[in-house]
Structures are given as structure tokens and as C-alpha cells.
């Protein structure tokens, strides 16, 4: 996926300027593709010079007033294109997982409170997503519900994962310490 891409989507479900754009992402579209203020910016004067979107007119003086911006048929063909286009999974790179390697060399001090920090920080988003679900889609029947539906699942099964493969990795750990510990004690 690619940040112009997400824009395009976004845009298409509802008109919107620049701040209204990067509140939405942080709202929706950010948890799974994140961007900076600074990029969608700069990315919305990118797709408007490709004629991929414009500024709405403006009943007030422009200066100071904040566009708002609409997909053209170029933008949604283009989003059509890549959408129906063929993409390969990208491999996961996670650095907690490197951590881990690296804990089976170097050793595990300290591993486990980072073990916790993540595993809070994915029962919380679980949550936020699974509360999103009752409230947003308890009775998702249009497509266009369904699909969203369908990502916000994609999320859920993601944390729970994570939630559940944490809790597994905490449990490894604490017994590879208290072997550790055991192997000190014996010497």
C-alpha cells in the first residue's frame, strides 16, 4: 500500500481538507497505514500537480483558508488500477522479534518488562478495535461496511495474535530465568 493510495481511498469517502484528512487518519486509515501530518501535505500537492485530485472552489478568500479536496476520474482510475493490481506479502520486520534473537546470545535481562509494555500496548489497541466493532459494525450490511468490517477483523485477529504470543513469550522467558537462576545457584 502507498501513502497516495490511502489518500485517494480516504478522499473518495468524503471530501475533505488537509486537517480534516490527517484527523480522519489518525481516526481510521492510521492504524493500519500511518502517516505524518507533514506527508499527507505534502502527498495532497503531489496527487493535485498529477491531476489525481483538486481544491474545491471556495466561496472566501483563499488566503488563509483551508482547501478542501476532491478526487478527479484520473484519481479514481488510478485508484481502481492499483486496488485490482497484484501485490507479494512484505516480510515481517519487527524489532521486538530481533530483540529476541539477540536475547539468545547476549541473554534476557530486562527482556520481560518489555515483554509487558508490549503486551499492554496490544490488549489496549484489542480493545479500541474490538469496541470500534460493536459500535461501528454490529450491523454492517452495505458492501462498503462490509469491507471496512473485513480490515477492522484483519486488526483484531492481528492483536489477538500478538496478545496471545506475548503472553507465551513472557511465559518462555520466565522459565528460561528461573533455569538460569537454578544452573547460578548449583555453581
Not at 481516526?27 to 495532497?44: C, D, K, N, P, V
Not at 454490529?138 to 485477529?157: H, K
Amino acid at each position: 500500500m502507498s501513502l497516495p493510495h490511502a489518500i485517494l481511498t480516504a478522499l473518495l469517502e468524503k471530501p475533505s481538507s488537509g486537517l480534516e484528512l490527517t484527523r480522519r487518519f489518525d481516526r481510521s486509515i492510521g492504524y493500519f497505514w500511518s502517516a505524518t501530518h507533514q506527508q499527507i501535505y505534502r502527498e495532497l500537492g503531489k496527487l493535485e500537480q498529477a491531476g489525481y485530485i483538486r481544491a474545491l472552489p471556495s466561496e472566501q478568500p483563499a488566503r488563509g483558508q483551508k482547501k478542501e479536496f476532491e478526487v478527479l476520474p484520473a484519481g479514481r482510475a488510478e485508484l481502481t488500477q492499483w486496488a485490482s493490481g497484484k501485490q507479494d506479502p512484505k516480510p515481517l520486520r519487527d524489532a521486538l522479534l530481533l530483540r529476541l534473537r539477540a536475547a539468545a546470545v547476549v541473554g534476557c535481562a530486562g527482556l520481560d518488562d518489555e515483554l509487558r509494555r508490549h503486551l499492554a500496548l496490544h490488549e489496549r489497541q484489542l480493545a479500541e478495535y474490538t469496541e470500534i466493532e460493536h459500535r461501528d459494525f454490529a450491523s454492517a450490511t452495505s458492501p462498503d461496511d462490509r469491507l471496512r468490517r473485513l480490515v477492522l477483523r484483519a486488526g483484531i485477529s492481528l492483536e489477538t495474535f500478538w496478545v496471545e504470543w506475548l503472553r507465551e513469550a513472557l511465559a518462555e522467558v520466565a522459565e528460561i530465568d528461573g533455569a538460569g537462576t537454578r544452573s547460578n545457584e548449583a555453581r
